[in-house]
């Protein structure tokens, strides 16, 4: 039996940090594009102050994107390390995908769900 799932995520705060610097970003857009249609099904933009309103919801095939501009201090940068931090609300399971950020802070992360039959 085949059943459509949804699963709904938190995005927590992206982990773009390091002990002796003030990293950050800012311009963060999260969109879900459905697949084989133009139009996007959700779009939000966020910051490290002020998180999105609600959780994102992927259906089979959904594609989430992620964009931002990591920062030291003021300062547009290439960060060392960014990944985002998935969280199911439900269970508390977490997982992290990294960013592909270039020199200029700019970073961009896709994610496609994709549903099994089991």
Do not use: Y
């Not at 311009?27 to 133009?38: L, M, N, P």
């Not at 089979?60 to 920062?71: F, N, P, R, S, V």
């Amino acid at each position: 039996m085949m059943r459509n799932h949804i699963i709904a995520f938190s995005i927590c705060l992206i982990s773009v940090a390091t002990a002796a610097s003030s990293w950050g970003f800012d311009d963060a857009t999260v969109s879900v594009h459905q697949k084989g249609a133009g139009a996007v099904e959700q779009k939000e933009k966020f910051t490290a102050g002020k998180p999105l309103k609600n959780a994102i919801q992927l259906e089979a095939q959904d594609t989430m994107k992620l964009i931002l501009t990591t920062k030291e201090g003021n300062k547009a940068k290439r960060a060392h390390q960014t990944f985002l931090l998935l969280e199911d609300p439900t269970s508390g399971l977490e997982t992290s995908f990294p960013f592909q950020v270039k020199e200029s802070g700019k970073g961009k992360l896709d994610l496609v769900r994709i549903l099994n039959s089991l």
